[in-house]
């Protein structure tokens, strides 16, 4: 006996441009986004140093688009922790966290903020990880340039070849 | 002519019965915690040592008195330093504020308070300065475990 089949009734009108952009938006939203990286530099200690180097002229992160820090949590995408986190500045690195909106990336700037460094004591949180999900990773004490460049990259491809489930739920 | 004013100042401490010797170029006074505060008032208006650099403290586990608390002077006048020492036991760490001479030891006093846990008579706000309410213990302590963290917010797992 054959069964009898239910159709699939789609919401949309078959058009074959909007199939065509459908397939396509993770891509293009990743592309979008991959080149307005907005930072929020939550620079605590000595890194600050390099990452001002990072932002200076010879280093031009604004080929990646990642130039203009934003200092309000709600306008950026991208945190930078840069440098030691104490446990007395651990709220206060939560909040700025929980205040920015999706999409967020955290990198983790230089070994105090990778792994506390080498601080093992009463004061310093051994990671942000600890605290908040860290997308990438710089390594070093502090970070060359060159190392910061090649972490925007990174990230850059990542979130290029992710997809963008906000725009899903609303297409 | 520094020399001959510390050797001065020395020869008159010497005669008001305080220990007084040289270390490193640095007059030491040693003193029992009660003539903390006086000897602090004569060093400032009698010796012009105007300005308090730093308060600090010294922990010694395995001595009687535990801890030596430590002050540094400089006269902008002279051009000198002297320091000024003074032991206090483990069970009744408390010594004479400073803080009707110098405005300086509000925050120095606050600092020792929360790393020596040292009691500062007088001082009206020993609130903790670098670490922060609900820190139990007193870090820079000998006795305080290594690798004994109190966080602020729960570890993520």
Redesign the interface.
């Known amino acids: 006996m054959a069964k009898a089949t239910i159709p699939i009734v789609s919401a949309h009108a078959p058009s074959p441009s909007f199939e065509y952009f459908s397939t396509k938006k993770d891509e293009f939203v990743g592309w979008a986004r991959k080149f307005s990286l907005f930072p929020y530099p939550f620079v605590t200690a000595c890194c600050a140093m390099e990452f001002m180097a990072v932002s200076s002229t010879p280093y031009d992160t604004d080929r990646f688009g990642a130039a203009l820090p934003r200092f309000s949590p709600r306008q950026s995408d991208l945190l930078m922790v840069v440098g030691t986190l104490t ?2 500045q ?2 206060v690195l ?1 909040r700025v966290y929980e205040q920015m909106c999706e999409p967020k990336w955290v990198m983790a700037f230089g070994a105090c903020a990778t792994s506390g460094g080498f601080y ?4 310093a ?1 051994a990671g942000i ?5 860290v997308d990438i990773y710089v390594p070093g004490c502090p970070p060359r340039p060159e190392t910061v460049i090649d972490a925007i990259m990174k990230l850059q491809d990542r979130i290029a070849g992710s997809r963008h489930p906000i725009i899903t739920k609303t297409f | 002519m520094a020399a001959a004013f510390l050797d001065l100042v020395q020869r008159q401490l010497v005669l008001a019965g305080g220990d007084a010797v040289f270390s490193h170029n640095i007059l030491v006074i040693t003193l029992p915690p009660a003539e903390l505060l006086g000897m602090a008032r004569r060093l400032k208006s009698e010796f012009l040592f105007d300005l308090l650099l730093d308060v600090t403290a010294v922990d010694w586990p395995d001595r009687t008195p535990r801890f030596d608390v430590v002050y540094h002077f400089y006269s902008t006048t002279h051009l000198i330093r002297v320091r000024l020492k003074t032991r206090v036991l483990h069970r009744d760490p408390v010594v004479d504020s400073l803080t009707s001479l110098y405005g300086s030891a509000h925050f120095m006093e606050r600092e020792c308070h929360d790393m020596y846990g040292i009691v500062f008579r007088g001082n009206p706000d020993l609130r903790p300065i ?3 309410e609900n820190f139990v213990g007193h ?1 820079l302590r000998k006795d ?1 475990p ?8 729960p ?2 797992t």
Do not use: G, S
């Open positions: 446990h007395k651990a709220p939560l093992q004591n009463y004061a949180v990880d600890r605290i908040i999900p | 670098l670490l922060y870090p305080y290594k690798l004994h963290e109190q966080p602020l917010v570890y993520r």
